[in-house]
């Protein structure tokens, strides 16, 4: 019995130094900002967000559903204000089509680039998920590749004609560290600023991690929230 027990710890402190060898590339954000703050969404595909600044008069972008618009739909139900979803997943766009949202929720079946043009697209190994990316990683197989359109977020804006977003909310499999340039250079006022980090697909993905915070706060944003995983950031901009 005493074996068992030193075993099964052995095996917990493996599964613990495994997590925190995980964590530990991404444990060096600090928030440097203090306001309120919700979790809204699941467990999966939630964010902070400061509630106190949204109203129905509110407009939220939304890059990257998959197939959870938790986070989306509990900004409706605390807000009813108007989502804009986007994601260029085949997966994800025929399940948006299949589904009965409400009317504040309007999707568009692109991502977010660099530029304009159409791209290819790496789709996960595992059939079950959903989430592809435009990097190769672990979790994609190159094999199973798609074309999907991308749009740079000015011409987003071109469509759209918003002049102000009170939240941007990114989980876009690694195009962040691509696309904050273009985002934080626009001419539209962003309040919000909420990303989830995947620096864990990147040999350099600290560095990138770093260079982004950087970014963001040479741009007036302060970051407020951090999830339990480390991987979802939330940012303000007063």
Not at 25 to 36: E, G, Q, S, V
Request: hydrophobic residues 35%; negative net charge; glycine residues 6%.
């Amino acid at each position: 019995m005493i074996f068992n027990k030193f075993k099964n710890f052995g095996i917990v402190k493996r599964i613990e130094n495994r997590v925190k060898s995980k964590l530990g590339r991404i444990a060096h954000l600090k928030t440097d900002h203090t306001c309120p703050k919700s979790w809204y969404g699941n467990d999966y595909g939630g964010f902070y967000i400061n509630p106190n600044l949204l109203n129905e008069n509110s407009v939220v972008y939304s890059f990257g559903i998959g197939q959870d618009i938790s986070f989306d739909l509990a900004v409706i139900n605390n807000h009813n204000c108007q989502v804009y979803g986007f994601d260029p997943t085949p997966k994800s766009i025929a399940w948006v089509e299949a589904q009965n949202f409400p009317s504040n929720f309007h999707f568009e079946g692109i991502g977010i680039g660099k530029k304009t043009e159409t791209a290819i697209f790496n789709l996960p190994k595992n059939e079950a998920y959903v989430s592809g990316s435009l990097y190769e990683h672990d979790f994609v197989d190159t094999h199973k590749a798609v074309e999907v359109q991308l749009r740079s977020f000015d011409d987003i804006l071109d469509k759209l004609q918003h002049s102000v977003i009170d939240v941007l909310k990114m989980d876009i499999e690694g195009a962040e560290y691509d696309v904050i340039d273009n985002i934080l250079g626009s001419n539209v006022q962003i309040r919000q600023i909420l990303l989830e980090i995947h620096e864990r697909f990147f040999d350099d993905g600290k560095s990138k991690t770093e260079i982004l915070l950087h970014k963001l706060r040479s741009n007036g944003y302060k970051l407020f929230a951090i999830s339990d995983s480390y991987q979802e950031i939330s940012f303000i901009k007063l």
